[in-house]
């Protein structure tokens, strides 16, 4: 079993900036794959960005891509998410997800990919 506790979520203005973490516990983190998603209200949930288990190779949803920079630190079995330039549109619950995979493929993209999930922190931007 993964536990993942997100943390770092909060009411913001537009063009602000936050960063996300996620800390993990109960298995090898560098055995696993990290991702982001995140569902804003109305909406299914959504992929943000995937980092593989060595964090040397990341994947965005390409909406964000620029915008937001996913990286892991492995010593500390944390996942990140710096979101810069913040818009209303990004207001969402964010979840950390964790796979344990070393190949990913368009599936990667998909919520069902993954095992394990975290609770989620709340972005609020305000405009």
């Known amino acids: 079993q993964v536990q993942l506790v997100e943390s770092g979520g909060g009411l913001v203005q537009t063009g602000d900036s936050l960063r996300l973490s996620c800390a993990a516990s109960?298995?090898?983190?560098?055995?696993?794959?990290m991702a982001w998603f995140r569902q804003r209200p109305g909406k299914e949930r959504e992929f943000v960005a995937l980092i593989s288990r060595s964090g040397g190779t990341t994947y965005y949803a390409d909406s964000l891509k620029g915008r937001f920079t996913i990286s892991r630190d492995n010593a500390k079995n944390t996942v990140y998410l710096q979101a810069n330039s913040l818009k209303p549109e990004d207001t969402a619950n964010y979840y950390c997800?964790?796979?344990?995979?070393?190949?990913?493929?368009?599936?990667?993209?998909?919520?069902?990919?993954?095992?394990?999930w975290g609770q989620g922190t709340q972005v609020i931007v305000s405009s």
């Open positions: 997800a964790a796979k344990e995979a070393s190949t990913y493929s368009t599936d990667s993209y998909e919520t069902a990919w993954y095992d394990y």
């Open positions: 109960g298995r090898t983190f560098s055995n696993f794959a």
